[in-house]
């Protein structure tokens, strides 16, 4: 990683022509990458409130598959980026632990869409966390983060979550910039998609 630019990049002023924020929610299970997520396209030095994990967490946070996973996050992970020159983006990694799901009548408040990480080796973890978005009318996307496992076709996952044909299903490698990009702007592009649906507006 380039020390420097990720130092300068920590004190990005927010543009003087900005003018629509959105809130954005990154959730899914342990391990998935939202924190990851947050850092790779975070413009400003990212909030993580990660604490290691202890002999507390043991059958609690089920760390199979993410052995090597010493940390979890048990608050949020925030983070910014500006789209373009008009909007910006702001980020909230949440914890898609069950015992955190209280949190998300909150987190969800002001959200306008969210993207579900998963990770095709504990597809499981998400159906909570999807059904809990299909239940509060938030839109989504789900964006399958590549762990190098065989990868399942896109379409077998569809079916293993039971999404519908219109929540977009896309990968990403959430270390990179440039995909984690790509998901922000799948998610902008589907909220757009909708509104102008309801619009009427092709
Ligand atoms: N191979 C691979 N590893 C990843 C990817 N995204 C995250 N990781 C790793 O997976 C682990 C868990 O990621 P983390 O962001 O802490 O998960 P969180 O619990 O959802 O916040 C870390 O060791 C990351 O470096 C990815 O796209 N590919
Ligand atoms: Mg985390």
């Known amino acids: 990683m380039d020390f420097r630019s990720s130092e300068q990049s920590a004190h990005t002023p927010l543009r003087s022509t900005a003018n629509t924020g959105l809130k954005i929610v990154i959730v899914g299970g342990f391990g998935v990458g939202k924190t990851t997520m947050v850092r790779s396209v975070s413009e400003i030095r990212p909030l993580s409130t990660e604490e290691t994990m202890t002999g507390a967490g043991v059958g609690i946070d089920d760390a199979t598959g993410v052995e090597a996973k010493t940390t979890t996050t048990v608050a949020f992970d925030f983070g910014r980026i500006s789209l373009n020159e008009q909007m910006v983006l702001y980020l909230f990694g949440a914890p898609g632990q069950e015992r955190f799901w209280f949190l998300w009548d909150r987190l969800f408040s002001g959200s306008l869409g969210a993207v579900v ?11 909570y966390a999807i059904d809990r978005l299909e239940h509060h009318g938030m839109p989504f996307i789900v964006a399958r983060n590549n762990f190098g496992e065989p990868v399942h076709p896109l379409g077998q996952v569809r079916e293993a979550l039971s999404l519908s044909d219109d929540v977009p299903l896309i990968e990403c490698d959430a270390r990179r910039r440039e995909s984690s990009k790509t998901v922000l702007i799948t998610l902008v592009n ?3 998609a909708l509104s102008s649906a309801r619009e009427g507006t092709p």
């Open 117 to 127: 990480l998963v990770d095709t080796r504990r597809l499981s973890d998400s159906w």
């Open 190 to 192: 589907h909220l757009f």
